[in-house]
């Protein structure tokens, strides 16, 4: 909990996710500050705040979000401009850590790209850390500043349970979503089957190994941290609707939806993919089967006792 426990907070928006830091501060009653985020003739971000933050809480809303490199700078530069005007502490909102998936040493001569972040960002003396779904524990220990994780799988689980669950099960489509693939079986009290997925670190083709049967005449739903290409959710779509499924519904906290994406989830075998809007998705990248959740009230909830 951030120390002190100020009366007063303010939220400071980067340009990443701006409506998302307007419902933030709708729901936690804060101001918004005023900013004037533009570059200068070189192409540098130059940052100017124009309000008063000394003795507040301040709340830098910024998702590491594409261009991520550039906004992961912006919000470096917003954390040492509150500093500067003398804020009583900072908490940093950043629903998609940028470079998170890159936790350990995959191949010798690449770096542990979360590690980076993590430092750069701590070096700048930022209090708080508010996450959403991040790939891996493994991420969060390179930081040293407290770390506070939410999971759209609450607004998922809410959604389902509206619905008759009969002939559903979940599915884990990796060993990495196997403990966040139970805990959403266990809230829905649904079956949980297992893929096993390898994926070639050199070319990113990724090869699926075996399904247990099980799946023939039932609806699956699946929950994972985010859809990047989707090839891993497209192959297994297609290899549950062969094994006999009849419905594939996906649940993706971040929707980054690189390149194609967009064109080739819609064309895929997947019925339905929900995700939220912890990342900032353009008009020209929503397609018919994706049905996005608002995560403002979830963050909200997380930085209202930091903020007391």
Not at 269 to 294: C, E, W
Request: overall charge positive; charged content about 20%; aromatic content about 6%.
């Amino acid at each position: 909990m951030i120390k002190n426990h100020p009366t007063k907070a303010v939220v400071l928006s980067g340009s990443a996710h701006p409506k998302l830091a307007r419902e933030l501060a709708e729901l936690l009653h804060l101001k918004v500050a005023a900013t004037d985020i533009s570059y200068f003739p070189n192409g540098e971000k130059r940052i100017w705040v124009k309000d008063k933050l000394a003795g507040k809480v301040v709340v830098i809303v910024q998702p590491f979000s594409a261009p991520v490199d550039e906004h992961i700078v912006e919000f470096c530069l917003l954390l040492d401009a509150a500093h500067h005007l003398k804020a009583q502490q900072v908490v940093g909102v950043v629903p998609w850590l940028g470079y998170s998936p890159q936790d350990k040493l995959f191949r010798e001569g690449e770096p542990i790209s979360v590690h980076v972040v993590a430092k750069m960002i701590e070096s700048l003396n930022l209090n708080h850390l508010v996450v959403a779904d991040i790939h891996s524990a493994d991420s969060l220990k390179h930081f040293t500043v407290p770390v506070t994780q939410v999971s759209a799988a609450e607004l998922y689980i809410n959604h389902f349970k509206k619905l008759n669950l009969k002939n559903h099960l979940a599915v884990a489509l990796d060993k990495g979503a196997t403990k966040r693939a139970h805990e959403f079986a266990r809230a829905l009290k649904l079956p949980l089957v297992q893929f096993e997925k390898s994926r070639d670190r050199k070319t990113g083709a990724v090869t699926f190994k075996s399904l247990k049967d099980g799946v023939r005449g039932k609806h699956v739903i699946s929950f994972d941290d985010f859809v990047s290409t989707g090839t891993t959710r497209i192959q297994a779509s297609s290899i549950l609707k062969q094994k006999g499924a009849l419905s594939y519904t996906d649940c993706i906290t971040h929707a980054l939806l690189a390149g194609q994406a967009p064109k080739k989830l819609q064309a895929s075998s997947i019925d339905r993919l929900y995700t939220t809007d912890s990342y900032p998705i353009p008009k020209a990248k929503l397609f018919p089967k994706l049905t996005i959740l608002h995560i403002a009230p979830l963050l909200a909830k997380a930085i209202k006792p930091l903020i007391k």
